[in-house]
């Protein structure tokens, strides 16, 4: 692997993960002026307002809410935020909670049980400020009454090894939840509110980040029922229950456009994939790369997604096209693994073996896919660097790259190589970058 290529990338991405940095994108989002607090369209006299609660949760509540405790640093703050495990630190005024991610525990339910009892002191003529980031959905939990909470959790397990998308999951999850769905502005109600949302799905769609807790939810009982049967998912008994009473409108569905509750509520996107790639170009053309934002909508199975990536190369490598070398080409989006057996890697990493395996023996390209949170799957890396050496360079090893795929085992490849990337968590989360150069 060219060691030149390898630098620049990781200087690409580190401008990307910089442009969304969440205390940066809350402090492009609100402006203060006295007692007059802007957002996006908004105006708010913080005159007005008994008490301003605020509730962050996420991969980036900390920063977000170390964000908002500076610009509102004279008021007396209220509320808590939940975050990650080992992403905590101490705030002035807001409590610091850590639950569980990509799965819920018992830390998540507790949150969800305080929220909901913070949300139940509100009046009209307080202020509700929700800080709302990628994870949330499985660190503030609270399934709908008579759900088991083992059920609720081996649930989501289940969800996020089938192949569904995010968005489908997130369906399930909203029709489980008291939060999701709606559920957190209902509980605000009949206080005014602000949510500040950095966004971790593609197309940043309100209703699916964090599973949409302040906004309405277009999908039904219908829709969990449909996804249920299309990835061939065994309910236990509770949820099953659950999903025949909403199948047979006996309980509530989700809060829906034209409920008053909405009337109140005030949404701004403040950090997405998108604003992360624009950096990531900027920088790239800086040093002397000619650079094409392809796309930030990238979805799909990670291994076959890769095989787009290497047709590019391959068209840079022969044609010099769709841009003149030197050439970066940099995209985002959440791609999914659908697991058959069990090693070790994520969804970025995966796409970078893939991509090593299809371009074997072409010289001169090289490809970074990496997670903005630092984190790909259950491991310590962001992801991973492939390049036409890859392969061989494994093979020298003992390792088959293509046995190593199709056992998922991505991490102990890239391990193996000294190619995997190690950043850290970076306390941001706005999906995936890719980075393609070529020479």
């Given at each position: 692997?060219?060691?030149?290529?390898?630098?620049?990338?990781a200087?690409i991405?580190?401008?990307?993960i910089?442009?969304?940095?969440?205390?940066?994108?809350v402090?492009?989002?609100?402006?203060?002026d006295?007692?007059?607090?802007?957002?996006?369209?908004?105006?708010?006299?913080?005159?007005?307002?008994?008490?301003?609660?605020?509730?962050?949760?996420?991969k980036?509540?900390?920063?977000?809410?170390?964000?908002?405790?500076?610009?509102?640093?004279?008021?007396p703050?209220k509320?808590?935020?939940?975050?990650?495990?080992?992403?905590?630190?101490?705030?002035?005024?807001?409590?610091?909670?850590?639950?569980?991610?990509?799965?819920?525990?018992?830390?998540?339910?507790?949150?969800?049980?305080?929220?909901?009892?913070?949300?139940?002191?509100?009046?009209?003529?307080?202020?509700?400020?929700?800080l709302?980031?990628?994870?949330?959905?499985?660190?503030?939990?609270?399934?709908?009454?008579?759900?088991?909470f083992?059920?609720?959790?081996?649930?989501?397990?289940?969800?996020l090894?089938?192949?569904?998308?995010?968005?489908?999951?997130?369906?399930?999850?909203?029709?489980?939840?008291?939060?999701?769905?709606?559920?957190?502005?209902?509980?605000?109600?009949?206080?005014?509110?602000i949510s500040?949302?950095?966004?971790?799905?593609?197309?940043?769609?309100?209703?699916?980040?964090?599973?949409?807790?302040?906004?309405?939810d277009?999908?039904?009982?219908?829709?969990?029922?449909?996804?249920?049967?299309?990835?061939?998912?065994?309910?236990?008994?509770s949820?099953?229950?659950?999903?025949?009473?909403?199948?047979?409108?006996l309980?509530?569905?989700?809060?829906?456009?034209?409920?008053?509750?909405?009337?109140?509520c005030?949404?701004?996107?403040?950090?997405?994939?998108?604003?992360?790639?624009?950096?990531?170009?900027?920088?790239?053309?800086?040093?002397?790369?000619?650079?094409?934002?392809?796309s930030?909508?990238?979805?799909?199975?990670?291994?076959?997604?890769?095989?787009?990536?290497?047709?590019?190369?391959?068209?840079?490598?022969?044609?010099?096209?769709?841009?003149?070398?030197?050439?970066?080409?940099?995209?985002?989006?959440?791609?999914?693994?659908?697991?058959?057996?069990?090693?070790k890697?994520?969804?970025?990493?995966?796409?970078?073996?893939s991509?090593?395996?299809?371009?074997?023996?072409?010289?001169?390209?090289?490809?970074?896919?990496?997670?903005t949170?630092g984190?790909d799957?259950?491991?310590?890396?962001?992801?991973?660097?492939?390049?036409?050496?890859?392969?061989?360079?494994?093979?020298?090893?003992?390792?088959?790259?293509?046995?190593?795929?199709?056992?998922h085992?991505?991490?102990?490849f890239?391990?193996?190589?000294?190619?995997?990337?190690?950043i850290?968590?970076?306390?941001?989360?706005?999906?995936?970058?890719?980075?393609?150069l070529?020479?």
């Open positions: 692997m060219r060691n030149g290529l390898k630098k620049d990338a200087e991405l580190k401008s990307a910089e442009a969304v940095e969440p205390s940066v994108a402090k492009r989002a609100l402006a203060r006295k007692n007059t607090l802007r957002v996006g369209t908004r105006s708010y006299d913080l005159d007005n307002f008994q008490n301003i609660y605020v509730i962050a949760f996420g980036a509540s900390v920063p977000m809410s170390k964000a908002l405790e500076e610009i509102l640093h004279d008021l703050l509320g808590m935020l939940i975050t990650k495990y080992g992403l905590g630190s101490k705030l002035e005024r807001i409590e610091v909670y850590e639950a569980a991610h990509p799965l819920p525990d018992e830390n998540s339910l507790k949150a969800g049980q305080m929220v909901k009892e913070i949300l139940s002191r509100t009046e009209k003529d307080d202020l509700v400020i929700f709302i980031s990628g994870g949330g959905s499985s660190l503030l939990a609270l399934p709908r009454k008579d759900v088991s083992k059920e609720f959790v081996k649930l989501h397990e289940t969800m090894t089938s192949g569904a998308t995010i968005k489908e999951i997130n369906t399930v999850r909203k029709h489980l939840s008291m939060v999701k769905g709606g559920g957190l502005a209902r509980m605000a109600f009949p206080a005014q509110s500040l949302v950095l966004s971790d799905v593609v197309g940043d769609p309100l209703d699916v980040v964090a599973s949409g807790p302040t906004v309405p277009s999908s039904t009982f219908e829709d969990f029922n449909d996804i249920v049967e299309r990835y061939h998912i065994t309910l236990l008994p949820i099953s229950r659950l999903l025949e009473d909403g199948l047979n409108g309980i509530e569905e989700t809060l829906k456009a034209g409920d008053p509750v909405f009337d109140l005030y949404i701004k996107l403040v950090g997405t994939n998108c604003i992360a790639l624009e950096a990531a170009a900027k920088k790239a053309s800086e040093m002397g790369y000619n650079t094409l934002l392809l930030s909508y990238i979805s799909g199975e990670s291994k076959e997604i890769a095989k787009v990536f290497a047709a590019l190369a391959r068209s840079e490598l022969l044609h010099a096209r769709p841009m003149p070398r030197p050439a970066c080409i940099v995209a985002g989006g959440e791609t999914t693994v659908t697991l058959k057996n069990g090693g890697g994520g969804r970025c990493q995966e796409m970078a073996l991509f090593a395996i299809e371009t074997e023996d072409h010289e001169g390209v090289l490809f970074l896919a990496a997670g949170d984190i799957g259950p491991t310590d890396a962001a992801g991973a660097f492939a390049d036409g050496n890859s392969v061989e360079k494994a093979s020298m090893q003992g390792m088959d790259a293509r046995t190593m795929l199709a056992s085992d991505s991490y102990t890239f391990d193996g190589i000294d190619d995997l990337h190690k850290g968590e970076t306390g941001t989360n706005v999906m995936d970058i890719y980075i393609l070529a020479e």
